[in-house]
């Protein structure tokens, strides 16, 4: 059984492509996207580590309050956590149960990998939706936190959407892959 961390996507030789040619476009440009939102993603945690601590100095050895550090701590991980699920899913790191895998049929296997991935992506598109609302609603109505920092919540917001919507596209991809034929690897014929 595979759970998806030994598998390296980036690796050029025995890269796994897609059989079908546009949807092994769409994967690349995919992989693509997902390799530098994890960039940023490791920036955001390095910032939130610097934020957390410059907070901790502050606070007790110069005895000074900060507002604003516990909520850009929190966007910034939130922003971290959403904008990183596609890739995680790219390599199928998100925990999955696969008690039924080796008791099952290939063929009714695929079939329970096929729904599986079909209800994700049909739930990642409602909670993607309901995100976007919540976004624009934030940013209609100039909503923000209720501190007296008071950030804007549309920035919380809309990196939950754009990581929701990610992973949305990546479990569609992912679903197209097995509907379409599935993959095969880099430098096989």
């Not at 624009?136 to 917001?157: M, R």
């Not at 939950?160 to 990610?166: D, I, K, P, R, T």
Request: proline letters at 4%; glycine letters at 6%; aromatic letters at 12%.
């Amino acid at each position: 059984m595979s759970h998806g961390f030994e598998i390296n996507p980036g690796a050029a030789p025995g890269e796994m492509v897609p059989k079908n040619a546009a949807v092994a476009v769409l994967a690349r440009a995919l992989n693509w996207l997902n390799k530098q939102v994890l960039r940023l993603s490791m920036l955001a945690l390095l910032l939130t580590s610097c934020v957390l601590t410059y907070s901790v100095v502050t606070r007790y050895l110069l005895k000074s309050s900060t507002d604003w550090q516990d909520e850009a701590a929190v966007f910034l991980l939130v922003g971290a956590t959403f904008m990183c699920c596609s890739y995680v899913q790219s390599l199928r790191g998100h925990v999955g149960i696969e008690a039924l895998a080796s008791l099952l049929p290939a063929s009714v296997n695929t079939a329970r990998l096929i729904f599986v991935d079909v209800v994700s992506t049909l739930f990642c598109a409602f909670f993607s939706w309901k995100s976007w609302a919540l976004f624009y609603e934030a940013w209609s109505e100039g909503q923000t936190t209720s501190s007296s920092f008071a950030p804007p919540l549309w920035i919380p917001y809309s990196l939950m959407a754009a990581g929701m919507s990610l992973l949305t596209i990546q479990l569609f991809l992912q679903s197209a892959i097995r509907v379409s034929g599935g993959e095969v690897r880099r430098g096989q014929s």
